[in-house]
Structure formats: structure tokens, C-alpha cells
């Protein structure tokens, strides 16, 4: 006989049976009975002290494990609070559940205190959303909330629950299976169309491999690295696909796009086949659509169908899995690797051109001995982290140099709001990877913008004893819409001065967590070592550069080989 119980011991029953061990979240009336039963029960919740928090938590936790992050609001206030985190998911392919509250079914469309059509609002922000209006589809809902989440192209899935559904009495039967007719994943790929892709990459004298957060999703970052070592091509990783290959594997070039190498941007603009794996081209990764690799066939690998042509014609679209389909095609190149040999004389020429575009206009920090240059800090955060730290950031030009000058060995070590470009993601991202790696160091890189949007969460990370370092590259502006006022209007600066940034010192003394500001290029080895050998948490204030601009940079509107490389250089005046 199935067990009689609420409907919100119904709704924490499966969260258990789906092994969820760990929900970010803030209370209110609505989700009370949800609380009564946390209670006593040994998931793990989290009381940020925002609940956008909450969502980037949730969100550090999936993208640093893999596994579907879950966040809980209340009705109203509580569940518009999560939208901004909902959007971020969903443009990251990140596996979240989001848990808000709803009033009473009978009070819905009532305008009853704290009502907000919450299904109506995150519709367009989340894979698949849910207004429980039954409690016998309580448990059917749930399970399929976390399958729809983590299957196909992950994202994020809502699930609104009225209060009387909450407080209802039901018989709970475990749910078996999952009936969902109108959701199908296609995972394997075409056969056919792999072997064509083969036959192209074997045609091809100047092919390059253009990855991206696809892999990181479907973990094949092995598999891509089998390939690009089998066929010794060169290979760009996009903002979210960074790690896929390491840092300083040999035919990795960097990051392409806006704010990419001037190799990896030429390699581009000439390469004769792109085979594009779990990526979306992306608008700052491609330029100017119109002039993006105009001498390139594309083979284009993705798991969400809707990608396929969207931005680029494929001239070979494979939908499926990245990890299933590399299998197979690696399979295949095996088979055929003789036909390698036709095409090594070009394949050595493109090499040799990629690595005098590499000499000419190499990806160089800058140093000072009188000011500490922002690239000088990822230099020495790189230094320091070897690769094997979890390292988050919020948005803007500290994320650009984070992701230019720090290298990572592996997947789910980098993670940040490449999509949205959220401000203040970083540090609730880094507690929410905090709580999913306990024994990993965890940096939070931020801006001196995106901290102060963040700050109450310093005393969430006290309250849960988190040891997360956060280091902030503080050049007193919003450092990349300042850039931008500086490069395309006529350096006429409006509302970027962060003026009134809080002394860090005291900051962190009010919350009990060692600090200290950095000015000297000479204390900065020094101060991070001792922020990253801290056993606990520490806030480490690093005074950078306030007029330093991030290069090579693609203006809006410019293709690719349309890069400024540098700051604009002063006409000599004739004698």
C-alpha cells in the first residue's frame, strides 16, 4: 500500500531518490511545509542571502560536477529573484532544478499577496517548466524535471508548487519509469554522415578543431584530445569549452573571438575545415557572421538540433552526444589514418604559418614595476594554481584575462557566465563549487563591479566554514564598459568611477575572515600565496591598473582578422 504523506515530504522523498544532497535556498510562508520537513531530514540546505544567489550556487555546483544543481524560492519576490540565474543556465547549458513557491491554486490569478505568474515569467528562461496544479503528479513531475535537466542539451527546468499542494495529503508511490513522448534525444549520430566527416577531415590542408562547453557537457575531453593528437591539428577552445584540452598541450592555439589570440583568429579566417564540436558560433566568437571563416567547410557536431545552421551552415551536420559521436569517428580514422599521409606536406605548411602568426603577435602579459598590471595577476594566479584549482569569475575584463593568461588541465575547473554575462556570478558560483569539491581549492576571480553585487554571500561562506579565496582585480571601474567609453565614444566616461569601494580589511574583519589590500607589483607573489595557503576563507584586494584595456580586441561589427592588437598608437607629428 503506498505511504501516505504531504506533499512536500512527497517533493523531498524524490529529491533524495534523484541523490540530491545539497539545495541552495532562502525560505518564505509559501515553502514553509518544504522547510518543516528539511527539518529532519539530512539533505543539506544552504541559506544564501540572495536567492539570484541561490541560482549561481546551484549553478557552481553543476558545472563544477556535472550533476543537476538544485536551488528553492519562495512565491513572488523569491522566484523573480531567481530569473537572472534561470537565463544563465539555460545559455550555459548548465542541469539545474529551480523549487518556487506558488500560492494556493484556488488563489492563483487573484493577485494574492506575494502572487507572481512565475510559470508564465520563466517560460522563455528555462528548458521546461511546470505548474503543479494535482498532488498525484507531484512525484511523476519531479523525476522528470531532473531527467529533462540532465539529458540532451542540459538546462534549466522549474517547478512552481502552490502551497495547497504542498500541504495536501496523498498516497506516495515511487515513480519506475519516465514517459515523456515528445521529448527525444538523438545521442549516436548518423553513421553515414560520421564516415562523410571523416572523409572530409582527411581532404582537408588546413583543418582546426573549434570546441566548446558541448564537450565539457558530455565529458569527451578525451576523446577530443585523441583526435586533435591524431590528426595533429591545431585547436581553439571557446570561453565555456576552456580545459577540454590542456592549457599547454602543444596544438592547443587559445581562445578565439573577441577577445582571442591573433593566431587563433587568423587560423580561423583560413582554415579550409572547421570541425565545430558542442558549439554555437557564437557572436563574439565569429566577428562579423558575413566575413567568419570564408574558406572554411564546416562539420558541425551538437546534440541540440536547433544549433544546427543556426548562426553558420553546416556543410556537415552530425546531431548527437560530442562523446558518442568522437568515439565513432575516432574509430573510424583509425581504420583509415593511411590516408594521413596525402595531405602532410599541406598540413606542415599550416602549421608553419599558425606558428609564425603565433611569433608575430604573440599573447604577452604585461608587467610594470610600478603599477600591478591585471595580466600580471592571472600570470601569478596561474603560477601558483598549477592548473588543479577551481577557478570562477564574474564578467568583464578580469574574465577576458583570466581566461587568456590562466591555463587549465581539465574540464569543470573554469567556470563563469560566458553566455549571459552575469555580474556578480562568481562568488556565489565559487561557494556552490565549494560545497560540490570540499578538498579542491576554489578561487573566485572578481571585479571590483561584481563583488559589490555579491558581498552578503561572504557571510554565507563564513556560516558554512567554506575555505573559498577570493581574489579581487580592482581597477576602480567597471573595467570593460569603462574600455569600451574609451575606444568608441570618444573616452567620454559615464557612471563607470566605482567610487565608494568599501576597505576590504574592515570588510572582511565585520565578517571574520582575513584580508588584505595589495598595491606593489613587489607584495603580490607574496600576498597570494598566503591568500591560497589560508586553511579557511580570505579576501585579497588587488589594486590593478585602472586604465589597462584587454588585447587583442575584435570590435563589435569587425571580422576576425579585424583584431586591434593594442592600445591606439599617437600619429608623429612632422618636424
Given at each position: 500500500?503506498?505511504?501516505?504523506?504531504?506533499?512536500?515530504?512527497?517533493?523531498?522523498?524524490?529529491?533524495v531518490?534523484e541523490?540530491?544532497?545539497?539545495?541552495?535556498g532562502?525560505p518564505?510562508?509559501?515553502?514553509?511545509?518544504?522547510?518543516?520537513?528539511?527539518?529532519?531530514?539530512?539533505?543539506?540546505?544552504?541559506?544564501?542571502?540572495?536567492e539570484?544567489?541561490a541560482?549561481?550556487?546551484?549553478?557552481?555546483?553543476?558545472?563544477?560536477?556535472?550533476?543537476?544543481?538544485?536551488?528553492?524560492?519562495?512565491?513572488?519576490?523569491?522566484?523573480?529573484?531567481?530569473?537572472?540565474?534561470?537565463?544563465?543556465?539555460?545559455?550555459?547549458?548548465?542541469?539545474?532544478?529551480?523549487?518556487?513557491?506558488?500560492?494556493?491554486?484556488?488563489?492563483?490569478?487573484?493577485?494574492?499577496?506575494?502572487e507572481a505568474?512565475t510559470?508564465?515569467?520563466?517560460?522563455?528562461?528555462?528548458k521546461?517548466?511546470?505548474l503543479?496544479?494535482?498532488?498525484?503528479?507531484?512525484?511523476?513531475?519531479?523525476?522528470?524535471?531532473?531527467?529533462?535537466a540532465?539529458?540532451?542539451?542540459?538546462?534549466?527546468v522549474?517547478?512552481d508548487?502552490?502551497?495547497?499542494?504542498?500541504?495536501?495529503?496523498?498516497?506516495?508511490?515511487?515513480?519506475?519509469?519516465?514517459?515523456?513522448?515528445?521529448?527525444?534525444?538523438?545521442?549516436?549520430?548518423?553513421?553515414?554522415?560520421?564516415?562523410?566527416?571523416?572523409?572530409?577531415?582527411?581532404?582537408a590542408?588546413?583543418?582546426?578543431?573549434?570546441?566548446?562547453?558541448?564537450?565539457?557537457?558530455?565529458?569527451?575531453?578525451?576523446?577530443?584530445?585523441?583526435?586533435?593528437?591524431?590528426?595533429?591539428?591545431?585547436?581553439?577552445?571557446?570561453?565555456?569549452?576552456?580545459?577540454c584540452?590542456?592549457?599547454?598541450?602543444?596544438n592547443?592555439?587559445s581562445?578565439?573571438g573577441m577577445?582571442?589570440?591573433?593566431?587563433?583568429?587568423m587560423?580561423?579566417?583560413?582554415?579550409?575545415?572547421?570541425?565545430?564540436?558542442?558549439?554555437?558560433?557564437?557572436?563574439?566568437?565569429?566577428?562579423?557572421?558575413?566575413?567568419f571563416?570564408?574558406?572554411?567547410?564546416?562539420?558541425?557536431?551538437?546534440?541540440?538540433?536547433?544549433?544546427?545552421?543556426?548562426?553558420?551552415?553546416a556543410?556537415?551536420?552530425i546531431?548527437?552526444?560530442a562523446?558518442?559521436?568522437?568515439?565513432?569517428?575516432?574509430?573510424?580514422?583509425?581504420?583509415?589514418?593511411?590516408?594521413?599521409e596525402?595531405?602532410?606536406?599541406?598540413?606542415?605548411?599550416w602549421?608553419?604559418?599558425?606558428?609564425?602568426?603565433?611569433?608575430?603577435?604573440?599573447?604577452?602579459?604585461?608587467?610594470?614595476?610600478?603599477?600591478?598590471k591585471?595580466?600580471?595577476?592571472?600570470?601569478?594566479i596561474?603560477?601558483?594554481?598549477?592548473?588543479?584549482?577551481?577557478?570562477?569569475a564574474d564578467?568583464?575584463?578580469?574574465?577576458?584575462?583570466a581566461?587568456?593568461?590562466?591555463?587549465?588541465?581539465?574540464?569543470?575547473?573554469?567556470?563563469?557566465?560566458?553566455?549571459?554575462?552575469?555580474?556578480?556570478?562568481?562568488?556565489?558560483?565559487?561557494?556552490g563549487?565549494?560545497?560540490?569539491?570540499?578538498?579542491?581549492?576554489?578561487?573566485?576571480?572578481?571585479?571590483?563591479?561584481?563583488?559589490?553585487?555579491?558581498?552578503?554571500?561572504?557571510?554565507?561562506?563564513?556560516?558554512?566554514?567554506?575555505p573559498?579565496?577570493?581574489?579581487?582585480?580592482?581597477?576602480?571601474?567597471?573595467?570593460?564598459?569603462?574600455?569600451?567609453q574609451?575606444?568608441?565614444?570618444?573616452?567620454r566616461?559615464?557612471a563607470?568611477?566605482?567610487?565608494?569601494?568599501?576597505?576590504?580589511?574592515?570588510?572582511?574583519?565585520?565578517?571574520?575572515?582575513?584580508?588584505?589590500?595589495?598595491?606593489?607589483?613587489?607584495?603580490?607573489a607574496?600576498?597570494?600565496?598566503?591568500?591560497?595557503?589560508?586553511p579557511?576563507?580570505?579576501?585579497?584586494?588587488?589594486?590593478?591598473?585602472?586604465?589597462?584595456?584587454?588585447?587583442?580586441?575584435?570590435?563589435?561589427?569587425?571580422?576576425?582578422?579585424?583584431?586591434?592588437?593594442g592600445?591606439?598608437?599617437?600619429?608623429?607629428?612632422?618636424k
Open positions: 500500500m503506498p505511504n501516505l504523506m504531504s506533499g512536500a515530504r512527497m517533493l523531498v522523498e524524490c529529491l531518490r541523490g540530491v544532497e545539497c539545495i541552495f532562502y518564505g510562508g509559501v515553502t514553509l511545509p518544504v522547510y518543516d520537513v528539511f527539518y529532519d531530514h539530512p539533505i543539506r540546505h544552504v541559506l544564501v542571502r540572495h539570484e544567489n541560482a549561481f550556487a546551484a549553478s557552481g555546483y553543476a558545472r563544477a560536477t556535472g550533476r543537476v544543481g538544485v536551488c528553492c524560492a519562495t512565491s513572488g519576490p523569491g522566484s523573480t529573484n531567481l530569473v537572472t540565474g534561470l537565463v544563465d543556465a539555460l545559455m550555459d547549458s548548465v542541469p539545474l532544478v529551480a523549487l518556487t513557491g506558488q500560492v494556493s491554486t484556488k488563489a492563483i490569478g487573484s493577485d494574492a499577496f506575494q505568474d510559470f508564465g515569467i520563466t517560460r522563455s528562461c528555462t521546461h517548466n511546470y503543479v496544479k494535482n498532488l498525484k503528479d507531484l512525484p511523476a513531475i519531479v523525476h522528470e524535471a531532473f531527467y529533462i540532465s539529458t540532451g542539451r542540459p538546462g534549466p522549474l517547478i508548487l502552490p502551497k495547497d499542494i504542498l500541504q495536501g495529503q496523498g498516497h506516495y508511490a515511487p515513480v519506475s519509469s519516465i514517459h515523456l513522448p515528445g521529448y527525444k534525444v538523438v545521442t549516436e549520430g548518423h553513421t553515414g554522415q560520421i564516415r562523410r566527416a571523416a572523409q572530409m577531415i582527411w581532404e590542408e588546413r583543418p582546426l578543431v573549434y570546441a566548446g562547453g558541448g564537450i565539457v557537457s558530455s565529458g569527451a575531453h578525451e576523446e577530443l584530445r585523441e583526435l586533435v593528437e591524431l590528426l595533429d591539428a591545431p585547436a581553439v577552445l571557446t570561453l565555456m569549452g576552456l580545459g584540452l590542456p592549457g599547454d598541450h602543444p592547443f592555439l581562445m578565439p577577445h582571442g589570440s591573433y593566431a587563433a583568429n587560423s580561423m579566417t583560413h582554415a579550409d575545415l572547421l570541425i565545430a564540436l558542442g558549439v554555437r558560433f557564437d557572436d563574439r566568437v565569429t566577428g562579423r557572421l558575413s566575413a571563416a570564408p574558406h572554411a567547410k564546416v562539420i558541425h557536431v551538437d546534440i541540440d538540433p536547433v544549433e544546427i545552421g543556426k548562426n553558420r551552415a556543410d556537415l551536420p546531431v548527437g552526444d562523446k558518442r559521436v568522437l568515439r565513432k569517428l575516432l574509430r573510424i580514422l583509425h581504420e583509415t589514418v593511411a590516408e594521413r596525402r595531405k602532410a606536406a599541406a598540413r606542415q605548411a602549421w608553419r604559418q599558425i606558428r609564425a602568426w603565433q611569433k608575430e603577435h604573440p599573447l604577452l602579459p604585461a608587467f610594470s614595476d610600478r603599477e600591478i591585471p595580466q600580471h595577476l592571472m600570470v601569478e596561474d603560477r601558483l594554481t598549477r592548473g588543479e584549482a577551481i577557478i570562477t564578467v568583464g575584463q578580469h574574465q577576458m584575462w581566461a587568456q593568461f590562466i591555463r587549465f588541465k581539465r574540464p569543470r575547473h573554469w567556470l563563469c557566465s560566458g553566455g549571459l554575462g552575469a555580474m556578480g556570478f562568481g562568488l556565489p558560483a565559487a561557494m563549487a565549494q560545497f560540490a569539491c570540499p578538498d579542491k581549492l576554489v578561487v573566485a576571480i572578481v571585479g571590483d563591479g561584481g563583488f559589490q553585487m555579491s558581498i552578503p554571500e561572504l557571510a554565507t561562506i563564513v556560516a558554512n566554514r567554506l573559498v579565496k577570493v581574489v579581487i582585480c580592482n581597477n576602480g571601474y567597471l573595467g570593460m564598459v569603462r574600455q569600451w574609451n575606444l568608441f565614444f570618444n573616452n566616461l559615464c563607470v568611477a566605482m567610487e565608494g569601494f568599501p576597505d576590504v580589511e574592515k570588510l572582511g574583519a565585520a565578517y571574520g575572515i582575513p584580508a588584505r589590500i595589495v598595491q606593489r607589483p613587489s607584495e603580490l607574496t600576498a597570494l600565496e598566503t591568500a591560497l595557503a589560508e579557511g576563507p580570505y579576501i585579497l584586494d588587488v589594486r590593478v591598473s585602472p586604465e589597462e584595456n584587454v588585447y587583442p580586441m575584435v570590435p563589435a561589427g569587425a571580422a576576425l582578422n579585424e583584431m586591434v592588437l592600445p591606439p598608437q599617437p600619429v608623429p607629428v612632422p
